[in-house]
C-alpha cells in the first residue's frame, strides 16, 4: 500500500521502526548523542476509598535496583493516588543494564513489598497494566527534526522528559507545532494536484518543512528539556 502525501508526521513513539529508519537513511544523528531507553512497567489499581489520599505523589530510587559500579541499573519508581479511588504505580528500568539475570517485572514485584509501597496497595485490586519503551536520552540525543517530506514528533524524536517522567505535554506540542509549520508550507506551494491521477510534483512532495526544526528551538519544550540554554 502506498500512502501518498505533501508531508509525513511521523509519531511513532520510541524508536519507532520507520522512525528509526529515517534517522539512518538521512543521518539525522549527526553531531547528536547517541538515544538510550529504559522500559517502564506499570500498574493501575483500584483500592478502599477509605485508603485513597487524594494528591499523594511518590517517587524512589534505590530498592530493589542495584547502582553499584559493577551493576550500573539506573532506574526508579513512581506511585500517584487518583480519583476516585486509583492508585497509578509503576517501574522504570534503563535498558543498559550489566547484569544478564535482571528481569524488569519481577524488579517491579519486589518493589512493590516494599512496607511504605505495600500499604497504598493493600487491600486493593490491579485493574490494568502495561509497559513501554521510554526516550532517556534527554535535549542532546534529540535528532535533526526534518527531511524531505516528512517530520519526526513526539518521542519518534525524543522529546520526553526524563527527570520529570512525563512527555505527552511536550509530544502533544510538537505535533501542534508540526502542524502549523507545515499548513504554512502548503499555503505556500504552488501546485496541488496533477490531474486527476493524485500525483503530486515530485518538487512540491519532497519539500522539508525547516521552520519546524526552528519553531520547536524557541519552544517552552526546548526551555523544559534544557532550561540552561536559555539562561
Known sequence: MALTARQTIFAEGAR?????????????????????????IKEVWEIPQERHQPGTVIHTLGFPLQASITDRTFGGAFLYHQEPNLVLAGLVIGLDYRNPYIHPYKEFQLWKTHPDIRKHLDGGTCLSYGARVLNEGGFHAIPKLSFPGGVLIGCGAGFLNAVKIKGTHNAMK??????DCIFELIEKSKGILVGDTGQMDLEESNQEVYSYEKEMNESWVYKELYPGMFI
Open 16 to 40: 519507532g521502526s520507520c522512525s528509526e529508519m529515517l534517522i539512518s537513511h538521512f543521518d539525522l544523528r549527526k553531531n547528536k548523542s547517541e538515544q538510550t531507553y529504559g522500559l517502564g
Open 174 to 179: 510538537s505535533g501542534m507545532i508540526a502542524a
